[in-house]
């Protein structure tokens, strides 16, 4: 986690051990210093536009360990309100190890049959092998000296000799002999008659990947339903852990200030949302106190003490259910229309804290228009409530 500046305020433990540092170490630091120079790079500029506009995103990098080894990584960066950052790094190094070591025996195998051509500056084909003949059907005699037209249309030549530079796994499509389309993977390559020289002639390494699209389609599909099965355990887990947390949290403490911290902590982490208000009831006074905030700006500092009659919560409270509310400001009951207009939080989902029938307090969860559905697609949230009601209830008086 890093602030406004990007300075480090926290890296929990398997974050220290992946890195070879200890949190003393890091904090303070930049996060820039822990990625080596690329990466530091590509995670400066999306820090400085998309983070600065309040957009998550995720994309692989290499940090820089201690020992100076590199260790590749999925980041997943999320904004916090302050101008802060959130950062989830997933070690991607086994699975680095096993793409790199498919890659190659998948290059020698393929290679075997792979077409070699070699055509000038002008589109010219000049040389022709026979795995050029297996892919496209032509023997040699039949395309020495005609154009790359005979085999390609002008929109893949075009994509061809955009420029000068080393081109990786183009793919293109091409006509074969029989006019039956044939899609190939190229390495293109220009070879130059020497520095600052025009282009002598171009090189093409082709291999036919009309039959593997359909084996394509069907390993990305699995990869998928293996990724979003990962995602969805890691999910589950994070909601584990804080459920857990909470409950040590409970058996170590009954202050009660420290117990609503945790609670607004952890439902900002769960949910990723940008304000949350904890309330607990004040039955003599009839009033709602705040307990524990997150992303709301001093102005806040006022509500302080709501008053029980004729707001959200005692609705919600009487028809015994959270309150989903898209647009806040249109609410008759909803009581801090301006300051919420102010901090640019548009829904709200309020859900109702009660023990034994009774109202203990209320938990609020607020995001802006451009996420204004989240709130209301998170399945654990109202579960998870239960349980806070149960450790809230531990901490009131008489318990």
């Avoid at 339903?225 to 949290?249: P, Q, T, W």
């Amino acid at each position: 986690m890093g602030d406004k500046d990007e300075r480090t305020i926290y890296a929990n433990p398997k974050f220290c051990k992946m890195t070879g540092y200890t949190l003393e170490e890091m904090i303070g630091r930049q996060s820039y210093d822990f990625w080596d120079e690329e990466s530091a790079k590509r995670v400066k500029d999306v820090n400085e536009g998309k983070r600065k506009q309040g957009i998550s995103s995720s994309y692989e990098g290499n940090l820089l360990a201690r020992d100076g080894h590199k260790v590749p990584v999925l980041l997943s960066g999320t904004p916090l309100p302050d101008g802060g950052t959130i950062g989830i790094m997933t070690d991607l190094s086994e699975l680095k190890k096993k793409e790199e070591k498919e890659y190659i025996l998948s290059r020698a195998i393929q290679y075997a049959t792979d077409a070699i051509i070699t055509f000038n500056s002008k589109g010219y084909i000049e040389s022709w092998n026979k795995g050029a003949k297996i892919i496209f059907g032509y023997k040699k005699e039949e395309v020495i000296g005609d154009k790359l037209t005979k085999i390609f249309t002008n929109t893949e030549i075009g994509k061809i000799l955009a420029d000068s530079a080393v081109k990786y796994n183009l793919e293109l499509s091409a006509k074969h002999k029989n006019k039956e389309s044939v899609k190939i993977s190229a390495t293109l390559t220009p070879v130059f008659m020497g520095e600052n020289k025009p282009v002598l002639f171009y090189l093409i390494i082709a291999r036919d990947i009309s039959n593997q699209a359909k084996l394509e389609e069907e390993l990305a599909l699995k990869y998928k339903k293996i990724k979003d099965a990962y995602n969805k355990f890691g999910v589950i887990k994070r909601e584990m852990d804080y459920i857990f947390d909470l409950l040590s949290i409970q058996e170590e403490s009954t202050d009660q200030k420290q117990i609503g911290d945790f609670i607004v902590t952890s439902v900002i982490m769960l949910t990723k949302i940008d304000g949350c208000v904890l309330r607990i009831y004040n039955k003599s006074k009839n009033t709602l106190d705040l307990i524990s905030s997150f992303g709301l700006g001093s102005d806040w500092q006022g509500k302080s003490s709501i008053k029980y009659p004729n707001s959200l919560v005692e609705k919600a409270f009487k028809m015994e259910t959270p309150l989903k509310i898209i647009d806040i400001t249109t609410e008759p009951r909803y009581q801090s229309k301006y300051l919420a207009k102010k901090s640019n939080l548009c829904s709200l989902l309020l859900i109702p804290l009660k023990s034994k029938g009774q109202l203990i307090g209320s938990l609020s969860l607020y995001c802006t228009p451009e996420k204004k559905l989240e709130i209301f697609e998170n399945e654990f949230i109202e579960k998870y409530a239960k349980l806070i009601e149960i450790v809230l209830a531990s901490t009131m008086p008489g318990a």
